[in-house]
């Protein structure tokens, strides 16, 4: 037999042979020190970012709910202005009813629809009323 003929101290060998230089050893332990500290510290980080999304949603939400409050407030008090306007009764001021709820401002947004056939059909009418 060529070597140790007990298999425990061939083993023994191997592992001596295979066995890390001292530097090689600390270097491991140095970077699997510093790895954990990177770790540690992204951890902690993206504690503070979730903390601040939170605080940041928290306040987003609460500035829409006043914002939506307000909106709803205005809407109703427009709603009941134009329910106030629409239902009082002057004689002859049906014209100027319609006047005011229809844009006659021959230059709309592009966006909207071509409204120019109703606008001289009503101001058709408003000149020359139906003969009853």
């Known amino acids: 037999m060529n070597g140790p003929s007990d298999t425990y101290s061939a083993i023994s060998q191997v592992d001596r042979q295979r066995q890390e230089p001292e530097k090689i050893r600390l270097w491991r332990e140095q970077q699997k020190e510093r790895l954990e500290k990177k770790d540690a510290d992204e951890a902690e980080k993206k504690e503070e970012w979730r903390e601040a999304a939170k605080k940041e949603m928290e306040d987003w939400y609460k500035h829409r709910a006043e914002q939506l409050q307000k909106t709803k407030e205005t809407n109703r008090a427009a709603e009941a202005d134009f329910v106030k306007e629409r239902d009082e009764t002057i004689p002859g001021g049906e014209w100027e009813k319609i006047c005011r709820l229809c844009e006659f401002n021959p230059k709309g947004s592009k966006t909207t629809k071509d409204i120019s ?16």
């Open 117 to 132: 056939r109703m606008r001289s059909i009503l101001l058709q009418l408003k000149q020359t009323p139906l003969v009853r």
